[in-house]
């Protein structure tokens, strides 16, 4: 059973980072793209960044520069870097791998940025 597993969430200040990673059971190969998305209280879960079995990444606007996603196929683990986040920026954030047939979702990780 594939499994897509988040950690690196938590409280931060505005202006700070942090690193979420989303560890794949099995090979990562299997995914492509893979992503984070993120869904605050009330509103719809949008895209946050996703990036192909090549490597080339995609980014929300809201996003762009501060942000930067990556993957370490030997680990089976995608990363997002977070910095100067935002109090906009607060909401659950989960792991998606996109299979041939379906779509595959973390559990969610909490990322609450103080003001």
């Known amino acids: 059973q594939v499994q897509l597993v988040e950690s690196g969430g938590g409280l931060v200040q505005a202006g700070g980072s942090l690193r979420l990673s989303c560890a794949v059971s099995?090979?990562?190969?299997?995914?492509?793209?893979m992503g984070w998305y993120r869904q605050a209280p009330g509103k719809q879960r949008e895209m946050v960044a996703t990036?192909?079995?090549?490597?080339?990444?995609n980014y929300a606007s809201s996003v762009q520069g501060r942000f930067t996603i990556s993957r370490d196929s030997a680990k089976n683990t995608v990363y997002l870097q977070m910095n100067r986040l935002k109090p906009e920026d607060t909401a659950v954030y989960y792991c998606?791998?996109?299979?041939?047939?379906?779509?595959?979702w973390g559990q969610g990780t909490q990322v609450t940025v103080s003001s």
């Open positions: 998606n791998g996109r299979g041939a047939w379906s779509d595959y």
């Open positions: 099995g090979s990562i190969g299997r995914f492509n793209p």
């Open positions: 990036i192909t079995s090549r490597g080339a990444g």
